[in-house]
């Protein structure tokens, strides 16, 4: 157990829904680091925030937007869902910005 | 640019066999480095990690990395692999700011 939550662990939804998808730290970890995963893309690096600020976005799509709370918790959420949005989704936090990473065990997203 | 090459996409080995994940990196200084392991369907698990110091870095569940610097590498290295080696094993570099930067992974096969 990393000590990162993530909740749900699944979800199914329907094309063009939105959906929010919420994590949570260790205890003490400002880092915040969002990944999607899936099996043509491998493992793509989403968003990172520390300590409530943006400090870096990779691949991410204009119809995803993450932040994070001053109690130090993440959401990212997912709008106008496309078939091609099914992937795994993985939350990490780390003590600070580059150290290393603890992974939560993923949101299983399906888009039907 | 920083960039993570894993040159081996799939690595099969015989059980009890040493094994050796290559990783190379591209930095223009001394970044830091991880070795990841995930398991199907389960989050990435941290091996180990090296920041400065000794170059010979011990992670859990008997894996090993070695930095060389001259050779821009980062290899993760185990004497002998038991069955449940069997995962998929990323390696990672940090700026040590916030870029974060993960290889496309190495798929480890054992043979019993």
């Known amino acids: 157990d990393s000590g990162v939550t993530q909740t749900p662990k699944h979800l199914i939804t329907a094309t063009g829904q939105r959906v929010t998808l919420r994590c949570s730290p260790r205890s003490g970890d400002l880092s915040v680091y969002w990944y999607q995963q899936s099996l043509d893309q491998g493992l793509q690096f989403l968003i990172q925030y520390y300590n409530g600020e943006e400090r870096a976005k990779g691949n991410i799509l204009e119809r995803f937007s993450a932040q994070q709370f001053p109690d130090l918790h993440s959401e990212l959420n997912l709008s106008s869902l496309e078939l091609g949005d099914s992937a795994l989704y993985f939350c990490a936090s780390s003590v600070e910005a580059g150290g290393a990473q603890y992974f939560g065990p993923g949101t299983r997203l399906t888009v039907l | 640019a920083q960039s993570v090459t894993q040159p081996d996409i799939h690595i099969t080995v015989s059980e009890g066999a040493s094994l050796e994940l290559r990783c190379n990196y591209s930095y223009g200084a001394t970044p830091y480095l991880f070795w990841y392991v995930q398991s199907p369907g389960q989050g990435l698990q941290l091996l180990l990690k090296y920041f400065s110091g000794d170059t010979l870095v011990q992670g859990i569940k008997g894996f090993e990395a070695e930095f060389k610097r001259s050779q821009s590498s980062f290899n993760l290295r185990k004497p002998s692999v038991h069955w449940s080696d069997a995962a998929e094993y990323f390696c990672?570099?940090?700026?040590?700011?916030?870029?974060?930067?993960f290889g496309t992974g190495t798929r480890l096969k054992v043979l019993a």
């Open positions: 990672a570099s940090s700026s040590g700011t916030y870029k974060y930067i």
